[in-house]
């Protein structure tokens, strides 16, 4: 089994919507959190971490994590077209520095 | 700007023939990681390094070399490139580890096919 599943999309939403995007992962040693967008043909970059169960918000975006149940989500309020992306989730242990990703969820949001 | 620079940014190689991708960065951050992203695969570590002189494996290490004889570059070296190493990758620094607490920044990508 990976270490972090995420599901893999394709997602397409209208404009305004709620979207929710979401990893689970099997290693208990998994500390810090993060999601990362990538735009086509660009590298990712970083919209949120957090390294503590419960909700984190920024903006538009909440970040959630569920340690007890091994389990990440990222919340898109009013979603743009602007939005349409890949997200990726990532993962890093407390006592090393390997980064670990998920294979990323497509997501389009229509006008 | 802050800003990390990969080169070169597309490159087709033939099996064998040794090649180097150089990655270099302006914010003197301490950590330096290389990944590659394959469809259906996702985006995957390499090697990463902690500071100069400090390197470590990530989750695809074979095949491939890292030196951090600066604290700005970190090149990736391909000594035998094969055909199952045509990819995309991307180098990326941050100041904490995996920019776990604050941001990782990511280069524009190289993309590499091997005949």
């Known amino acids: 089994q990976k270490e972090v599943e995420q599901d893999p999309g394709p997602l397409s939403v209208p404009e305004g919507a709620i979207v929710s995007l979401n990893c689970t992962y099997s290693n208990s040693a998994f500390q810090y959190f993060m999601w990362y967008r990538q735009y086509s043909r660009k590298g990712p970059e970083l919209l949120m971490y957090?390294?503590?169960?419960g909700n984190k918000e920024d903006g538009r975006f909440t970040a959630q994590v569920d340690k007890s149940s091994k389990y990440i989500s990222l919340f898109i309020r009013d979603s743009q077209p602007s939005d349409s992306a890949t997200y990726l989730c990532a993962m890093i242990e407390g006592s090393n520095y390997k980064l670990t990703f998920g294979k990323g969820t497509l997501l389009t949001v229509n006008p | 700007e802050a800003q990390v620079t990969q080169n070169p940014r597309y490159l087709i190689t033939v099996t064998g023939k040794k090649l180097t991708v150089t990655c270099s960065q302006n914010?003197?951050?301490?950590?330096m990681s290389w990944y590659r992203q394959d469809p259906g695969l996702g985006l995957r570590q390499i090697y990463y390094?902690?500071?100069?002189?400090?390197?470590d494996k990530g989750d695809v290490p074979e095949g491939y070399k890292v030196s951090r004889k600066e604290k700005r570059n970190f090149p990736l070296i391909l000594e035998s490139p094969s055909p199952n190493q045509t990819s995309l990758y991307f180098c990326?620094?941050?100041?904490?580890?995996?920019?776990?607490?604050?941001?990782?920044?990511f280069g524009p990508g190289t993309r590499l096919t091997v005949l």
């Open positions: 990326a620094s941050s100041i904490t580890a995996g920019g776990r607490t604050d941001t990782q920044y």
């Open positions: 390094s902690m500071n100069v002189e400090v390197t």
């Open positions: 914010m003197n951050h301490e950590y």
């Open positions: 957090t390294y503590s169960s």
